[in-house]
């Protein structure tokens, strides 16, 4: 008695639900991954526009434009020898510390507060860093950043002597001793820089590399999609 083997083939076989939930679903990942295109274009003109305007705008005429944070300036001018506060808890690597922020007058227009990076405390609580600060004309390359407001109530420095030891510095706080001050404060771009201590801070601003990161996972998604639904098609039949 011989047993005949049945044949199996495969076939397509459209599953009109799988091929409705394919047709909304696709057209949603491809237009997120295009709009992450997009942005990555939007976000590296942004950064050129930024990097052109630090290297033919002056202080003044960055003001007149309005700043945004994480933008890049150029400054020429001179350190306040007198106006400086110690932001306190800032830790690197488990090593406590201050981060130091000073007045700085440039050439044209107003005096803007500078943070000139981290520096280490000293063992007793007491005692405050020593720390010099340039004299003369100096420039400084650095990035807009916020003030270090709390979200509530910012506290008042108890100390009369400069340097002031504070734990927060609003803009008020600051406007306090220098009515002039800008909005806005330049975190310096790195040791390199003019009374620099360390100044290590990575931007702020969403590259335009992470947008493309984001548009290749959407498109991945979008072609995963189209293989699942082709393989779930292709059935074996007998």
Request: proline share 7%; glycine share 8%; hydrophobic share 40%.
């Amino acid at each position: 008695m011989t047993i005949q083997k049945s044949k199996t083939h495969r076939r397509w076989v459209w599953d009109w639900r799988l091929l409705v939930f394919t047709g909304i679903l696709l057209p949603v990942l491809l237009g997120l991954g295009r709009w992450q295109l997009d942005r990555a274009s939007e976000k590296q003109a942004l950064l050129d526009r930024w990097q052109q305007q630090s290297q033919t705008l002056s202080w003044a005429e960055h003001l007149q434009q309005g700043l945004q944070i994480d933008q890049p300036v150029a400054l020429v001018g001179q350190y306040s020898q007198r106006y400086h506060w110690l932001l306190d808890n800032r830790t690197r690597e488990g090593v406590p510390g201050y981060e130091v922020l000073s007045v700085f007058y440039p050439e044209q227009g107003p005096p803007v507060v500078v943070n000139r990076g981290w520096l280490p405390g000293k063992q007793r609580r007491s005692e405050l860093p020593e720390f010099s600060t340039p004299t003369g004309l100096v420039s400084l390359q650095g990035r807009i950043g916020a003030f270090p407001e709390p979200p509530v109530l910012a506290e008042r420095a108890e100390q009369h002597q400069w340097p002031k030891r504070v734990q927060s510095l609003s803009t008020a706080q600051a406007r306090a001793e220098e009515e002039d001050l800008a909005d806005g404060l330049v975190r310096l771009s790195g040791r390199e820089q003019p009374g620099a201590f360390v100044a290590d801070w990575a931007p702020d601003v969403m590259g335009p590399q992470t947008h493309y990161g984001y548009a290749v996972q959407w498109f991945s998604l979008a072609m995963a999609l189209i293989i699942l639904t082709l393989v779930a098609s292709f059935r074996k039949m007998t």
